[in-house]
């Protein structure tokens, strides 16, 4: 029986290339995410690169509570037991609320908690009774944004960063993992939407000692080991891949 893993934000960037890497595998893919011909695209191509039906799409708003349980419910309904739990939906949402005041200040940072660490502690939850025991692995998507000065993004990766050693130690008696991967500049996605000017790539490079950005599939290969057999002694663990901007925290 085919191993099941489910990636959230798996439609694009970093959560589309772990759930091919994942399918790759041998892995069937849920894929969730708010926009459904986003998913679905990504399915049918990477249904097509692997040569099965592996990767399935599920809409879903995972900021909404209720949304998830309904998701959860679903795929329950398979009767497997979710070998790897990948909570990568994330983002900037917090740089859309500007303006003058409290009110927009409080918008953005609720906006940018909401956007990463809401979804994935809904994500978590909605699926740990369904986690593999022992074997499961949940693997989060931090950021070095966590290290640096980046105001309410930072702060809400930051968060959680935190969470994952809480989590880790709540899993552990039931043989489940737990482990966050901490990207840094990947621009490849649509993260950054069209800040990334010509200039604002030197400068992430030049602060980069590897001298180059990221890409989506190295951070899904970071991914991929955390979510296999081989990693079953790492837990409660910030794993970095970003070209040696930050160094050695954890």
């Known amino acids: 029986m085919a191993r099941l893993s489910i990636v959230s ?3 694009t960037g970093i959560g589309r290339a772990v759930a ?3 399918a790759q595998e041998g892995s069937t893919v849920a894929i969730l995410g708010r926009r459904a011909a986003v998913l679905e695209r990504a399915a049918s191509e990477i249904n097509e690169t692997v040569g099965d039906d592996r990767v399935v799409p599920y809409p879903v708003d995972l900021t909404v509570a209720d949304e998830v349980a309904a998701v959860a419910s679903r795929l329950r309904e398979r009767g497997d037991a979710v070998d790897v739990l990948v909570a990568n939906a994330g983002g900037n949402a917090g740089r859309r609320h500007t303006g003058p ?3 927009a200040e409080v918008a953005a940072w609720r906006a940018d908690f909401e956007t990463n660490v809401v979804t ?3 994500l978590v939850e909605a699926f740990r009774a369904d986690l593999r025991r022992p074997g499961g692995a949940v693997v989060l998507l931090g950021s070095v944004a966590a290290y640096r000065p980046t105001g309410s993004y930072g702060a809400a990766k930051a968060a959680v960063h935190a969470w994952t050693y809480t989590l880790a130690t709540q899993l552990a008696d039931d043989g489940i993992t737990v ?3 901490a990207p840094g500049f990947i ?3 649509e993260f950054f939407g069209d800040q990334i000017t010509p200039e604002f790539r030197r400068s992430r490079v030049d602060a980069t000692p590897l001298g180059r950005p990221g890409t989506p599939e190295e951070v899904a290969a ?3 080991y955390l979510a296999s057999p081989q990693a079953r002694f790492t837990t409660g663990q910030i794993i970095q891949v ?3 901007m930050v160094y050695g925290r954890g």
């Open 9 to 11: 934000g798996g439609g």
């Open 20 to 22: 091919e890497r994942l």
């Open 101 to 103: 005041g409290l009110d």
């Open 120 to 122: 994935s502690v809904l």
């Open 179 to 181: 482990n966050t991967v």
């Open 187 to 189: 621009p490849d996605t």
């Open 222 to 224: 970071a991914v991929g």
């Open 242 to 244: 970003n070209g040696g």
